[in-house]
């Protein structure tokens, strides 16, 4: 029998750059279109490829005689690849098959199929267990790639779903890899790769997930959940989606510190609890029974004692599920504390909206001493302080207090936090101190501030203060795991409250119904699984009605409060019903005047007697039993008792405009609408002015909303309109801010108000630093709005004029035109005529973003940056003394003074971490990239920037991150002298970079002609801050085409920058020196 002839043993490379290797050695891949067709022939995988498709895929226009030069690519491949083929016979690799070839090579004869079946067999190794061996495979797979897989065919359509498919598989080897170290114990090593493929492809929660499991078991537990954190962050900005259900189980269990997380640790026995002490203190409060927890307060009190004993603070983290008695076990812990002689402080966040914000330190300030006032005066750039007036009875940091910077939400919110420090503070410094923050997963976003300032903040209170937080462990919001993050360096002591044993159980029920038989207990505790208030309740219902009565109800919490309810007379429960759209803390004169005084006092005494509302009958013993009475109400029930709360609140508490707005906004009809608009501004005004920007953005939206239910004010929603944008901003949602901005805009058109729309567009005023605009079409709105309001406002409005004329100048950023630099050069002569400071600082931000119409003005805008810093201490402008440090830093870098800059860049970076101004450390983060780029560092370089682009969420800075990365990554590249190849596949997608990159990518894939006509197509650069960077990367594809008229061109452009790093005016990215590109450009000119 005859054998079938053998294939050739030629193996094939396509995860890098594409190669082959016969018996001979490396075999020679001779042009473009010949590399073309093996990598598409390879790309099939042994399918036949049609004729037609390859010249398809060859020729986006194919010429006369393609089939004959594709025969002839294949003609040549051939006999290359099989050299020893005698004449005539017939290919056995590369072979004929109708309508057109195949590649016949085995799957272990090409890299991606040994990497595939690699990837598979490591993964049934790990699944049984084999983690040893499994790392070893992926260890040598992973070493196959040699860079991008199919490299130089990146933008081939043909290539695309193949190059996926290979990323996909490279990714899951990573993940794979970090499995098994994990269950090798290797946790450090394998964080290092996740972090850097975390960095890489963002989106992909898997790697975020393993990385997280890494972090934790490596000792890192505040490093996991800021990975968490940073996964949450990516996804909302890039998709708009929530984390799925393993990455929110696995946060709630690094919170809890599951013991399942680290296999090592599970095993460790417990330590042994240290007895109790008997309760104490709490005179004359009448407290629900507290059984068990031994082993947890023992804990608390022992940590307790080492703050005491060292004098310095210290975090308590209490989780659990609704009803596993967080907040009796911190009553417990404070009544031992207090009977220790600590000073103990409880402060409860509100279980309603209705609430004024940060509540739960108005009632820690209450329950604590008086601090002496701070020191008040002006901060030095960077490195003094401001501090507030003192707030007697509260804290506050008021915009409207007098001196330096007041008027600035970030010196204010400094202050609030300073006062809050100091009156903390002050109570330490007389003995211990015991905070408890009850319910944080309810809290707003200013309360969670306010602790974390007090705690991680740059001036963090000092002495033996214990801070106690408590927090549903299954209600985690994205708000509170932030603050988790930050709070993750103090390395709180956590405490997770699962069910009460039996045994503790037993107590429970003997305690609030009697003696209960050992087999009604048992079915009780696997009824509730040891849930304190489950077991309250159904023991409540077994002193009420007998043990029979725990068949008959059904199983859920809900079901027993309804059903214990119902035993209630009917008038009582009504009266409690109404009391649920109070919230869960109850004011007995509102409640009075909705139900009656008699009804109301019959009701809180029967109510209190059965367990739901506390004793003294001013709260619901559980949000439970709230929640459950509220959300049993019909809808217009609903709606018109809180009307009726309303008018009530009116009468009796009209400055309670956050309840009023609450109620008004859940009433029907347009006047409560209308009611809840004007108390909803009210409110955002007061929250503003109390320095708690997240609470103001909330109710200025409520405001919103309620004027489009009513709909009858335009001038009032579009200053509910401009006050959400306002708040917005100051928290650093600049994309959110603009969109505000486009329905501002369309008002102003309408209502053809000169002074009105001069006010509306000057609204916006954020500092920027970045010359690009993200949305031409919003610019060119703008720009018509204020040049139409700045015609038709009268002559002595020169201040409207100036704000005007600063809007235009900051909305003409980027153009090539000269009036958005007139218009800033006559802002600023109007601001310096009026001695405006905070004007004129608005008006030097429009002239930075004029000082770049031409190649050299580094200069110029470092001597903007210094006068802009020397003003705004001088004047308390906290952000824009920020923006200062920042242009300097610019000038610096592009004069390659690192060490100037670096100074410039820590005093940015320690304002911003005083007044928590969040995007400053997105901006120093590009700048560390750069630094590494310059000291010629490329690996390390190119893993900071791509940690750093994952900080840069488009919405945050808009116009700067479209396609930052793969500039910045070519440029690196072009910086220190490697080949741009690798890059610029992936810059040819650089968004506004990409048609400067796109000459040199068709010049690297030998298409000259198509490159030469890329070049002379490129239009003017925008006038920004990388003008250099891309006329740099425009000159290196002109010296290689020979382009002389180009060649001089950009000559002539760059020579003013000649001492200067290209595009490092930007403080995020460097070309190089512009010197080495016109010493290139002069030579090319030189030669004939």
């Given at each position: 029998?005859?054998?079938?002839?053998?294939?050739?043993?030629?193996?094939?490379?396509?995860?890098?750059?594409?190669?082959?290797?016969?018996?001979?050695?490396?075999?020679?891949?001779?042009?473009?279109?010949?590399?073309?067709?093996?990598?598409?022939?390879?790309?099939?995988?042994?399918?036949?490829?049609?004729?037609?498709?390859?010249?398809?895929?060859?020729?986006?226009?194919?010429?006369?005689?393609?089939?004959?030069?594709?025969?002839?690519?294949?003609?040549?491949?051939?006999?290359?690849?099989?050299?020893?083929?005698?004449?005539?016979?017939?290919?056995?690799?590369?072979?004929?098959?109708?309508?057109?070839?195949?590649?016949?090579?085995?799957?272990?004869?090409?890299?991606?199929?040994?990497?595939?079946?690699?990837?598979?067999?490591?993964?049934?190794?790990?699944?049984?267990?084999?983690?040893?061996?499994?790392?070893?495979?992926?260890?040598?797979?992973?070493?196959?790639?040699?860079?991008?897989?199919?490299?130089?065919?990146?933008?081939?359509?043909?290539?695309?779903?193949?190059?996926?498919?290979?990323?996909?598989?490279?990714?899951?080897?990573?993940?794979?890899?970090?499995?098994?170290?994990?269950?090798?114990?290797?946790?450090?090593?394998?964080?290092?790769?996740?972090?850097?493929?975390?960095?890489?492809?963002?989106?992909?929660?898997?790697?975020?997930?393993?990385?997280?499991?890494?972090?934790?078991?490596?000792?890192?537990?505040?490093?996991?959940?800021?990975?968490?954190?940073?996964?949450?962050?990516?996804?909302?900005?890039?998709?708009?989606?929530?984390?799925?259900?393993?990455?929110?189980?696995?946060?709630?269990?690094?919170?809890?510190?599951?013991?399942?997380?680290?296999?090592?640790?599970?095993?460790?026995?417990?330590?042994?609890?240290?007895?109790?002490?008997?309760?104490?203190?709490?005179?004359?409060?009448?407290?629900?029974?507290?059984?068990?927890?031994?082993?947890?307060?023992?804990?608390?009190?022992?940590?307790?004692?080492?703050?005491?004993?060292?004098?310095?603070?210290?975090?308590?983290?209490?989780?659990?599920?609704?009803?596993?008695?967080?907040?009796?076990?911190?009553?417990?812990?404070?009544?031992?504390?207090?009977?220790?002689?600590?000073?103990?402080?409880?402060?409860?966040?509100?279980?309603?909206?209705?609430?004024?914000?940060?509540?739960?330190?108005?009632?820690?300030?209450?329950?604590?001493?008086?601090?002496?006032?701070?020191?008040?005066?002006?901060?030095?750039?960077?490195?003094?302080?401001?501090?507030?007036?003192?707030?007697?009875?509260?804290?506050?940091?008021?915009?409207?207090?007098?001196?330096?910077?007041?008027?600035?939400?970030?010196?204010?919110?400094?202050?609030?936090?300073?006062?809050?420090?100091?009156?903390?503070?002050?109570?330490?410094?007389?003995?211990?101190?015991?905070?408890?923050?009850?319910?944080?997963?309810?809290?707003?976003?200013?309360?969670?501030?306010?602790?974390?300032?007090?705690?991680?903040?740059?001036?963090?209170?000092?002495?033996?203060?214990?801070?106690?937080?408590?927090?549903?462990?299954?209600?985690?919001?994205?708000?509170?795991?932030?603050?988790?993050?930050?709070?993750?360096?103090?390395?709180?002591?956590?405490v997770y409250l699962g069910g009460l044993a039996e045994a503790e159980t037993a107590d429970l029920v003997r305690a609030v119904a009697g003696a209960a038989d050992p087999d009604t207990v048992r079915a009780?505790?696997?009824?509730?699984?040891?849930?304190?208030?489950?077991?309250?309740?159904?023991?409540?219902?077994?002193?009420?009605?007998?043990?029979?009565?725990?068949?008959?109800?059904?199983?859920?919490?809900?079901?027993?409060?309804?059903?214990?309810?119902?035993?209630?007379?009917?008038?009582?429960?009504?009266?409690?019903?109404?009391?649920?759209?109070?919230?869960?803390?109850?004011?007995?004169?509102?409640?009075?005047?909705?139900?009656?005084?008699?009804?109301?006092?019959?009701?809180?005494?029967?109510?209190?007697?059965?367990?739901?509302?506390?004793?003294?009958?001013?709260?619901f013993a559980h949000i439970l039993v709230r929640d459950t009475l509220y959300t049993d109400l019909s809808a217009p029930r609903r709606a018109r008792w809180h009307a009726a709360a309303g008018a009530a609140?009116?009468?009796?508490?009209?400055?309670?405009?956050?309840?009023?707005?609450?109620?008004?906004?859940?009433?029907?009809?347009?006047?409560?609408a209308a009611r809840a608009a004007r108390y909803a501004a009210a409110a955002a005004v007061r929250a503003e002015r109390r320095c708690h920007p997240h609470e103001a953005a909330r109710l200025w939206q409520?405001?919103?909303?309620?004027?489009?239910?009513?709909?009858?004010?335009?001038?009032?929603?579009?200053?509910?309109?401009?006050?959400?944008?306002?708040?917005?901003?100051?928290?650093?949602?600049?994309?959110?801010?603009?969109?505000?901005?486009?329905?501002?805009?369309?008002?102003?058109?309408?209502?053809?108000?000169?002074?009105?729309?001069?006010?509306?567009?000057?609204?916006?005023?954020?500092?920027?630093?970045?010359?690009?605009?993200?949305?031409?079409?919003?610019?060119?709105?703008?720009?018509?709005?204020?040049?139409?309001?700045?015609?038709?406002?009268?002559?002595?409005?020169?201040?409207?004029?100036?704000?005007?004329?600063?809007?235009?100048?900051?909305?003409?950023?980027?153009?090539?035109?000269?009036?958005?630099?007139?218009?800033?050069?006559?802002?600023?002569?109007?601001?310096?005529?009026?001695?405006?400071?905070?004007?004129?600082?608005?008006?030097?931000?429009?002239?930075?973003?004029?000082?770049?119409?031409?190649?050299?003005?580094?200069?110029?805008?470092?001597?903007?940056?210094?006068?802009?810093?020397?003003?705004?201490?001088?004047?308390?402008?906290?952000?824009?003394?920020?923006?200062?440090?920042?242009?300097?830093?610019?000038?610096?870098?592009?004069?390659?003074?690192?060490?100037?800059?670096?100074?410039?860049?820590?005093?940015?970076?320690?304002?911003?971490?005083?007044?928590?101004?969040?995007?400053?450390?997105?901006?120093?983060?590009?700048?560390?990239?750069?630094?590494?780029?310059?000291?010629?560092?490329?690996?390390?370089?190119?893993?900071?920037?791509?940690?750093?682009?994952?900080?840069?969420?488009?919405?945050?800075?808009?116009?700067?991150?479209?396609?930052?990365?793969?500039?910045?990554?070519?440029?690196?590249?072009?910086?220190?002298?490697?080949?741009?190849?690798?890059?610029?596949?992936?810059?040819?997608?650089?968004?506004?970079?990409?048609?400067?990159?796109?000459?040199?990518?068709?010049?690297?894939?030998?298409?000259?002609?198509?490159?030469?006509?890329?070049?002379?197509?490129?239009?003017?650069?925008?006038?920004?801050?990388?003008?250099?960077?891309?006329?740099?990367?425009?000159?290196?594809?002109?010296?290689?085409?020979?382009?002389?008229?180009?060649?001089?061109?950009?000559?002539?452009?760059?020579?003013?920058?000649?001492?200067?790093?290209?595009?490092?005016?930007?403080?995020?990215?460097?070309?190089?020196?512009?010197?080495?590109?016109?010493?290139?450009?002069?030579?090319?000119?030189?030669?004939?």
């Open positions: 029998m005859t054998e079938p002839p053998r294939v050739p043993p030629v193996t094939f490379g396509v995860l890098g750059p594409l190669v082959a290797a016969g018996p001979r050695g490396p075999v020679a891949l001779r042009g473009a279109r010949q590399r073309a067709v093996l990598a598409r022939l390879l790309v099939a995988r042994g399918r036949v490829v049609p004729v037609d498709r390859l010249v398809g895929d060859l020729w986006a226009e194919p010429p006369e005689g393609a089939v004959g030069a594709l025969r002839t690519f294949v003609a040549d491949l051939r006999r290359a690849l099989e050299p020893d083929r005698p004449p005539r016979r017939p290919a056995r690799l590369l072979v004929t098959a109708p309508p057109g070839y195949a590649l016949a090579a085995a799957t272990d004869a090409v890299d991606a199929g040994r990497f595939e079946a690699a990837v598979g067999a490591a993964g049934e190794s790990l699944a049984a267990g084999r983690a040893g061996p499994a790392l070893a495979a992926l260890d040598d797979a992973l070493a196959l790639w040699r860079g991008p897989a199919y490299a130089e065919f990146a933008a081939e359509p043909w290539a695309r779903a193949e190059i996926d498919r290979l990323d996909e598989l490279r990714m899951l080897a990573v993940e794979r890899r970090a499995e098994a170290l994990l269950a090798l114990g290797r946790a450090a090593e394998a964080a290092g790769d996740l972090r850097a493929q975390a960095a890489a492809q963002p989106l992909r929660e898997e790697t975020w997930r393993l990385l997280a499991v890494a972090l934790y078991r490596a000792g890192r537990q505040g490093d996991a959940l800021a990975a968490l954190r940073e996964a949450r962050a990516v996804l909302v900005g890039e998709l708009g989606v929530d984390p799925g259900p393993r990455l929110r189980r696995l946060e709630a269990d690094i919170l809890a510190q599951a013991p399942h997380l680290d296999p090592a640790l599970a095993a460790v026995p417990a330590p042994v609890a240290v007895p109790p002490a008997p309760p104490t203190g709490g005179a004359g409060k009448e407290r629900r029974p507290f059984v068990g927890r031994d082993a947890e307060l023992a804990s608390l009190t022992g940590l307790a004692e080492r703050v005491a004993r060292r004098g310095r603070p210290a975090l308590a983290l209490v989780s659990g599920d609704a009803g596993a008695g967080k907040t009796a076990f911190v009553e417990a812990l404070a009544d031992r504390l207090a009977a220790a002689g600590w000073t103990c402080a409880v402060g409860r966040v509100p279980e309603y909206e209705g609430a004024p914000a940060a509540w739960p330190w108005t009632q820690l300030a209450a329950a604590l001493p008086e601090a002496e006032a701070p020191a008040t005066g002006a901060a030095p750039a960077a490195t003094g302080g401001l501090s507030g007036a003192p707030v007697p009875g509260g804290l506050s940091g008021d915009t409207t207090a007098d001196g330096p910077g007041a008027g600035e939400p970030a010196v204010a919110r400094y202050r609030l936090h300073r006062t809050a420090g100091a009156r903390v503070g002050a109570a330490a410094r007389r003995g211990p101190v015991l905070l408890v923050l009850d319910d944080l997963h309810r809290a707003d976003e200013d309360t969670l501030d306010l602790l974390t300032a007090l705690l991680t903040g740059p001036e963090p209170v000092t002495g033996p203060v214990l801070v106690v937080g408590t927090y549903r462990s299954t209600a985690i919001t994205p708000a509170l795991t932030g603050a988790l993050a930050r709070l993750a360096r103090t390395e709180p002591v956590r009780l505790h696997r009824r509730s699984g040891g849930n304190p208030f489950f077991v309250r309740e159904l023991a409540r219902l077994l002193a009420a009605e007998g043990a029979t009565a725990l068949e008959r109800v059904p199983a859920g919490v809900r079901d027993v409060i309804r059903h214990r309810l119902a035993q209630l007379p009917a008038s009582t429960g009504t009266v409690l019903r109404r009391a649920a759209v109070l919230g869960r803390d109850l004011d007995p004169d509102v409640l009075a005047a909705l139900v009656g005084e008699d009804a109301m006092l019959d009701a809180v005494d029967r109510a209190a007697q059965a367990g739901f509302l506390t004793p003294d009958g001013t709260r609140l009116e009468r009796l508490r009209p400055d309670d405009v956050t309840g009023l707005a609450h109620h008004f906004g859940q009433a029907p009809g347009p006047d409560a409520q405001a919103v909303a309620a004027h489009d239910r009513a709909g009858d004010d335009v001038r009032g929603r579009l200053a509910a309109v401009i006050g959400w944008g306002r708040a917005l901003a100051v928290t650093g949602h600049l994309d959110r801010t603009r969109r505000l901005r486009v329905e501002a805009v369309a008002t102003v058109e309408r209502l053809a108000d000169p002074q009105l729309a001069a006010d509306v567009l000057a609204a916006f005023d954020v500092p920027a630093v970045w010359p690009r605009n993200d949305d031409e079409e919003l610019s060119r709105r703008i720009v018509a709005a204020a040049e139409a309001a700045l015609a038709a406002l009268p002559a002595d409005q020169a201040a409207r004029q100036a704000r005007l004329l600063c809007t235009l100048a900051l909305e003409l950023r980027g153009d090539t035109g000269d009036r958005g630099r007139r218009a800033a050069a006559e802002a600023e002569a109007i601001a310096r005529g009026l001695g405006d400071p905070a004007l004129l600082a608005f008006a030097l931000n429009a002239r930075f973003m004029h000082a770049v119409d031409r190649a050299g003005q580094a200069p110029e805008r470092g001597r903007i940056g210094a006068e802009l810093v020397d003003l705004a201490v001088r004047h308390g402008l906290v952000t824009f003394e920020v923006l200062g440090h920042l242009i300097v830093l610019q000038a610096c870098c592009a004069r390659a003074d690192l060490a100037a800059a670096d100074v410039h860049a820590a005093a940015a970076d320690r304002l911003a971490a005083r007044y928590e101004l969040p995007l400053v450390g997105v901006f120093t983060a590009w700048y560390a990239a750069l630094r590494l780029a310059v000291a010629g560092r490329r690996a390390e370089a190119e893993a900071a920037y791509r940690a750093a682009a994952v900080r840069l969420d488009a919405g945050q800075m808009p116009g700067m991150a479209a396609g930052l990365l793969p500039f910045a990554l070519l440029c690196l590249r072009l910086s220190t002298g490697g080949d741009p190849g690798p890059a610029l596949a992936e810059a040819t997608h650089a968004g506004p970079y990409a048609p400067w990159v796109r000459p040199l990518a068709l010049l690297a894939e030998g298409r000259r002609d198509e490159a030469g006509a890329a070049l002379r197509a490129l239009p003017e650069s925008p006038h920004d801050l990388l003008r250099e960077a891309r006329l740099c990367v425009a000159a290196r594809a002109a010296v290689d085409l020979g382009d002389r008229a180009t060649m001089a061109r950009l000559h002539a452009a760059l020579s003013p920058a000649a001492d200067e790093l290209a595009g490092a005016g930007s403080g995020v990215l460097t070309a190089g020196p512009v010197a080495r590109y016109l010493a290139d450009l002069a030579a090319a000119l030189a030669r004939d």
